[in-house]
């Protein structure tokens, strides 16, 4: 009997987590992977043309791409838009279009409504070119072709400044154009120096926390947690108040004879800076002091016995073993900082955006969610990279805090 219990035992033991951890593995389906997928699914899809002109994606799909589509391509485009009673999906398709070969979006609406306008008996092609030119020229139809196909890697080549020409071949956009690389570039670069910066500052508060007397602690830490407990844009707000020319900080400069006139700290990367450090700081100094607390003080004793100075334990015993926690606060600062928005839009300057800036203008003002989602899979997909490198280098049990 005992033997049989046994099993039924490990049993109950292994499905009561399984089923306490049900409503969140639920909750994060449905509320979280579920809405991610169909987002990030906006970054290939193009469905917008091919809805509005079925007739034009059946027949321009016999077209080899040479010289100009055959009549009964120009007839399944005149045919699409003398039906068309739907201006907001037009309009959705133009600004697909729009994308292609800029200046499409008008051409579209203004042979919609003179078709719908006049009905000839001439050919197609004639009254497509007796409207506007431009129906006379490939390009156009070479962007009809692709901006028609089911699936497009147009978002994702404008993601990194390339585009596809009428040739088939990705090259670089115009001068111009060129914002997304430099924002990306720019992103990594601001969340490397804040991540830099929160370590060369978080350490030694963690230190400080960890051999301070309790009450002393305590009140460091406190501190240091506060901007938990307070809302983002507050914090962010009041830094504004403080460094500004006529704030705390200029005031306090220029009473004291240090400055002639008031620094410029606010609305420029300083002030950037500034007030990502402060808000971040937390994240770099609480994984830190959890691996310091576990630290033995008989490591640096047992140093000491064998006649290393003070300096030299520190750097030869101690510091090696908070590795970990500087690795875990690292990773956790950086992949905040790269997707911070709200800050960077009050405090830095005009060259100071990052790419969570684009990310929110494509969905909030343009609605090109494509666009926006080509740009949240680049951010996704160097976070999950940059997670997996720390991950091998630190063991991903520490990352999660499992060991």
């Known amino acids: 009997m005992p033997e049989q219990k046994q099993p039924i035992r490990r049993a109950k033991l292994t499905t009561a987590p399984i089923l306490l951890s049900a409503p969140l593995v639920v909750f994060l389906t449905v509320f979280f992977f579920a809405p991610l997928a169909v987002m990030l699914s906006y970054s290939v899809r193009n469905n917008e043309v091919p809805s509005v002109l079925p007739h034009l994606s059946k027949a321009i799909a016999t077209w080899d791409g040479r010289g100009l589509p055959p009549d009964s391509v120009f007839s399944a485009l005149a045919l699409d838009l003398r039906s068309n ?238 590795l970990p926690g500087v690795g875990a606060g690292c990773l956790m600062t950086f992949i905040i900082a790269i997707g911070y928005y709200i800050t960077p839009a009050l405090v830095g300057g005009a060259g100071d955006n990052m790419i969570s800036f684009f990310i929110a203008f494509h969905t909030n003002s343009v609605i090109n969610w494509g666009m926006a989602a080509a740009l949240g899979v680049v951010l996704l997909s160097a976070v999950l990279l940059i997670f997996g490198t720390f991950g091998r280098l630190l063991g991903f049990s520490r990352i999660v805090a499992l060991k």
């Open 85 to 322: 009673n739907d201006s907001m999906a037009l309009g959705e398709a133009a600004r697909r279009l729009d994308f292609e070969v800029p200046g499409y979006r008008a051409l579209l609406f203004k042979t919609a409504r003179r078709l719908q306008a006049e009905q000839t008996s001439t050919a197609p092609q004639d009254e497509l070119t007796s409207i506007d030119a431009r129906w006379s020229n490939p390009r156009y139809w070479l962007a009809l072709n692709r901006a028609t196909a089911s699936l497009t890697p147009a978002f994702f080549l404008a993601a990194f400044d390339l585009k596809m020409d009428d040739a088939g071949r990705i090259v670089r956009v115009e001068d111009d154009r060129r914002v997304y690389l430099d924002t990306f570039l720019r992103t990594f670069q601001i969340a490397g120096t804040v991540t830099l910066l929160c370590s060369v500052i978080g350490y030694p508060i963690a230190f400080a926390i960890t051999v301070l007397p309790r009450r002393l602690a305590a009140a460091l830490t406190f501190s240091v947690i506060l901007p938990f407990w307070t809302s983002l844009l507050v914090r962010t707000s009041a830094w504004i108040v403080v460094l500004s020319k006529d704030g705390v900080v200029n005031s306090f400069l220029t009473r004291l004879g240090i400055v002639s006139e008031p620094l410029q700290l606010i609305f420029n990367r300083t002030g950037l800076y500034i007030v990502m450090v402060h808000i971040l700081l937390p994240f770099m100094v609480l994984p830190i002091r959890s691996v310091m607390n576990g630290i033995s003080p008989n490591y640096m004793k047992a140093s000491a016995s064998l006649g290393a100075h003070p300096c030299l334990g520190f750097f030869k015993v101690y510091l090696p073993l908070t």
